[in-house]
């Protein structure tokens, strides 16, 4: 949700349309993905070791 929020207040003209598969719960205290992937950054440059 609030991907979807900051998508919507940076383009307010109503013009942009978010595809989507699903949408996470939130993000925790540490702004990863809940529930989920976690810390989707790291994960986008292989798995953790």
Do not use: Q, S
């Not at 540490?30 to 986008?44: E, F, N, Q, R, S």
């Amino acid at each position: 949700p609030e991907g979807i929020d900051h998508v919507r207040k940076t383009f307010p003209e109503d013009r942009t349309t978010v595809w989507c598969a699903a949408i996470d719960e939130c993000l925790n205290e540490h702004k990863y993905i809940v529930p989920g992937l976690g810390d989707a950054g790291d994960l986008c440059f292989g798995g953790k070791e």
